[in-house]
């Protein structure tokens, strides 16, 4: 079973639509959580940290619920330029200090 | 910042080969990460080190994948006697030392096997 696991997409949604992508984690040691937005043929970049109780930047917002080992991005009002993969990432201590990726989830915002 | 930076950007040679990738990383980040890329995946990881200690390695995907970081500073990758299958994007991230610090990644370098 993979550490991080996410639906991979992918997801076609119309401009100004809100969509939400899900993510599992399976190593309950992990501590900290982030959300990676990957651009075609280029590097991950950070989209944002999740915290315990739910952060927002701007249009986005990030949900962790550790009883249920799972993380959320939701995005309102999509724009064109929000076209990209999400990568989801677990990540601690008691992981041996690694990063865990999930696969990705691809999404296309649609004129 | 001036951000993480890898060399060379692309990469094209013949299996049997060895091939060297090189990362710098922010200046004030202690942990250097290295992962690889295939299409359609996430990052890979593959080892890391705090300052020039390697503190995990099990994940390198072979023998004749190594890392070091001699000084604490830049990092390489060495892959000896490349296969086909070692086609891919090799990414190298940073971070400061500390829970929930996130990851910074380079351009990435992209090998190509003939």
């Known amino acids: 079973r993979k550490e991080v696991e996410q639906d991979p997409g992918p997801f076609n949604v119309p401009e100004g639509a809100t969509v939400a992508f899900n993510c599992t984690y399976s190593?309950?040691?992990?501590?900290?959580f982030f959300w990676y937005r990957q651009d075609c043929r280029k590097e991950p970049k950070l989209l944002m940290s999740v915290y315990s109780s739910g952060n927002e930047d701007g249009r986005f917002t990030a949900q962790l619920n550790r009883a249920s080992q799972y993380i959320s991005l939701l995005i309102r009002d999509s724009k064109l330029s929000d076209s990209a993969t999400y990568l989801c990432?677990?990540?601690?201590?008691?992981?041996?200090?690694?990063?865990?990726f999930g696969t990705g989830t691809s999404l296309t915002v649609i004129p | 910042d001036t951000g993480v930076s890898q060399d060379p950007r692309h990469k094209i040679t013949k299996r049997g080969q060895n091939v060297t990738f090189r990362c710098d990383p922010i200046?004030?980040?202690?942990?250097l990460y290295w992962y690889r890329q295939t299409l359609g995946q996430g990052p890979e990881f593959l080892t890391y080190f705090q300052n020039e200690a390697q503190l995990e390695k099990s994940r390198l995907l072979s023998d004749r994948f190594s890392a070091e970081r001699p000084k604490g500073s830049f990092s390489t990758l060495e892959i000896q006697r490349t296969e086909q299958g070692d086609s891919a994007m090799y990414l190298c991230a940073s971070s400061r030392w500390g829970g929930n610090q996130p990851q910074h990644f380079g351009d990435g370098t992209r090998l190509s096997i003939l």
């Open positions: 190593n309950s040691a992990s501590q900290s």
């Open positions: 200046s004030e980040h202690n942990r």
């Open positions: 990432v677990a990540h601690g201590e008691g992981t041996g200090n690694q990063f865990y």
